[in-house]
């Protein structure tokens, strides 16, 4: 049993599916690393996930995820996959060469652009902002995921799984 899992992208508009993926994880639930049709249809029609299949090896998500992509296109659905599936990079090992070749282009590169000055205004900034929200009665850090993005990712999952209870 591995862990990647096949997944739909659902308009809400027409309820049909219009991408297809494999991934790890969150993988289904993500914005980032989307070709430009994908986001033109989230834009303007918004989307539910819906996860098909889990606990798959890469090997065998890349089979379904291909099947899935073949069946939906002959119904004329999922307009955003560009390709026929199994193109994704999850598993990819770099060769020991072109590790050196990526280590010695960073070893090269300039280390930023903030000069000393620059990094001491950063810095009064950061510690005045840090003040302000604890006078404010903010003890803690601010959390990096907003409580909008939350309740969408909640709402998936059970959307999700009111689905499959209801199958049953």
Avoid at 99 to 119: C, E, I, V
Wanted: aromatic share 10%.
């Amino acid at each position: 049993m591995g862990n990647y899992g096949v997944y739909r992208h659902i308009r809400l508009d027409t309820n049909v599916p219009f991408y297809i993926g494999k991934g790890l994880n969150k993988r289904a639930f993500s914005k980032r690393d989307r070709n430009q049709y994908w986001h033109n249809i989230v834009n303007k029609y918004g989307y539910e996930v819906e996860i098909m299949l889990e606990g798959l090896t890469n090997e065998n998500a890349i089979i379904k995820e291909k099947e899935f992509i073949k069946l939906y296109k002959v119904l004329g659905y999922c307009e955003a996959n560009l390709t026929n599936g199994g193109e994704g990079l999850s598993g990819l090992k770099h060769t020991v060469a072109a590790r050196k070749k990526m280590s010695d282009a960073n070893k090269n590169r300039k280390r930023g652009p903030h000069t000393l000055k620059t990094k001491r205004k950063l810095s009064k900034a950061l510690k005045t902002a840090w003040q302000k929200r604890q006078d404010n009665g903010f003890s803690s850090r601010p959390k990096t995921r907003s409580l909008i993005t939350k309740q969408k990712i909640s709402k998936g999952i059970n959307t999700y799984w009111e689905k499959k209870r209801l199958k049953t």
